[in-house]
């Protein structure tokens, strides 16, 4: 259980996860939409998970595999105040190896597609570089 621990989660404390149900049973209506999209693996059949504590923070959407974090933000986060922590959230989450795609509530509502294409188009990038680099060791693997 540590060492799941430690992967999936980064080492998140006891009350984020307390804190992640709440938001999970309080979803704004963008993150629902969202999550109707994400779920059950129907982008390039990666599975993700839904206010995801990661070390200090939660992330609103987020996939093991692929180490990637989907972002739906809304007004709160245009002030001047709200961006200096997103950044400063991104600069850790990102130190861990993580990857974070941010969008706008309007992007999930009024341009679906456009999210979604964007999610699919880096998880499709993702599992080429993953199969070239696996096709290179056992290249490797067979000159040894």
Same mark, same amino acid.
């Given at each position: 259980m540590r060492n799941y621990h430690k992967h999936l989660f980064?080492?998140? =404390?006891?009350?984020?996860?307390?804190?992640?149900?709440?938001?999970?049973?309080?979803?704004?209506?963008?993150e629902h939409i969202m999550w109707q999209?994400?779920?059950?693996? =129907?982008?390039n059949g990666f599975k993700f998970r839904r206010q995801h504590p990661l070390l200090i923070y939660i992330a609103d959407f987020y996939c093991h595999e692929a180490k990637l974090i989907v972002e739906i933000d809304g007004e709160i986060h245009n002030t001047r105040e709200n961006k200096a922590y997103d950044q400063h959230r991104e600069k850790e989450l990102n130190k861990h190896g993580l990857t974070v795609l941010r969008f706008q509530n309007d992007d999930v509502l009024y341009?679906?597609?456009?999210?979604?294409?964007?999610?699919?188009?880096?998880?499709?990038?993702?599992?080429?570089?993953?199969?070239?680099?696996v096709k290179n060791q056992t290249t490797i693997n067979k000159r040894l």
């Open positions: 980064l080492y998140a =404390k006891g009350d984020k996860f307390w804190f992640a149900r709440m938001l999970r049973r309080n979803s704004t209506d963008f999209a994400l779920r059950n693996r =129907k982008i341009d679906l597609a456009y999210v979604i294409n964007r999610i699919s188009v880096f998880l499709n990038d993702l599992s080429i570089t993953a199969r070239i680099y």
